[in-house]
């Protein structure tokens, strides 16, 4: 069975500090596919990023940067130079390869991410 | 809207009581999803559609909950004999494929069983 982990439920943060969100995962398969989305006040799931388990290049994608280690089984996230805005729930998701034809997510418990300006 | 829609936002409901929550996905989008969220939780599956095919079931709780999407496109899932421990958002989900693809994800429906 997959699993997600996400050790941090709450973290705080001052404005314009850096900070990292931790995910780990358990999986039995050699091809998955690794997920983060942001869920604001508001509710909805927003997308950031889908990794598969073949690509382990860092990404960064403006003050968004997310480093996967396959040794270490983990797809950790970090925000550089944080805002009020980024405030939210994050959370990693893993989906292994397709059974089925298509592809069951799971979703770790969220991390609460708190801007103080 | 080019979103994924739900209704109603919130619903409240009497124990016992039946309910219908209702899901319209991008239109066009092959593959939808329905996840239950509890409080301080991350969502769980319920089940899977692709098209009108209900190809997974095995997140649905129990067997008071039901899901259809008779023509392909909107969804309706259905809880019956509402109880306590079904308060949560149910989310609904849909990809234009059927693996591979980002799920684009509904502001949910919040339950709150009285």
């Known amino acids: 069975a997959q699993k997600v982990t996400q050790a941090q439920t709450e973290i705080s943060v001052v404005e314009k500090e850096d900070v990292t969100l931790d995910c780990v995962y358990e999986t039995r398969d050699t091809t998955y596919y690794l997920f983060w989305y942001k869920q604001p006040p508001s509710g909805e799931l927003v997308f950031l990023i889908r990794?598969?388990?073949?690509?382990?290049q860092n990404e960064i994608s403006g003050r968004y940067s997310w480093n996967f280690q396959k040794s270490t089984s983990s797809f950790n996230f970090t925000i550089t130079a944080s805002q009020v805005v980024d405030s939210a729930v994050y959370f990693c998701a893993l989906s292994e390869a397709p059974s089925g034809g298509y592809q069951k997510v799971t979703f770790g418990i969220g991390t609460k991410l708190q801007v103080i300006p | 809207g080019a979103g994924v829609s739900q209704s109603p936002r919130y619903k409240v409901a009497k124990r016992g009581q039946d309910v219908a929550l209702r899901c319209d996905p991008i239109s066009g989008h092959v593959s939808l999803f329905w996840y239950q969220q509890a409080l301080g939780q991350g969502p769980e599956f319920l089940t899977y559609f692709q098209n009108e095919a209900q190809l997974d079931k095995s997140g649905l709780p129990s067997d008071r909950f039901f899901a259809e999407r008779p023509e392909g496109s909107v969804s309706t899932l259905k809880i019956q004999r509402t109880q306590q421990e079904d308060s949560a958002v149910y989310l609904c989900a849909s990809s234009s494929g059927t693996i591979n693809n980002e799920q684009f994800f509904g502001p949910g429906t919040r339950l709150t069983v009285l």
């Open positions: 990794r598969n388990s073949f690509d382990e």
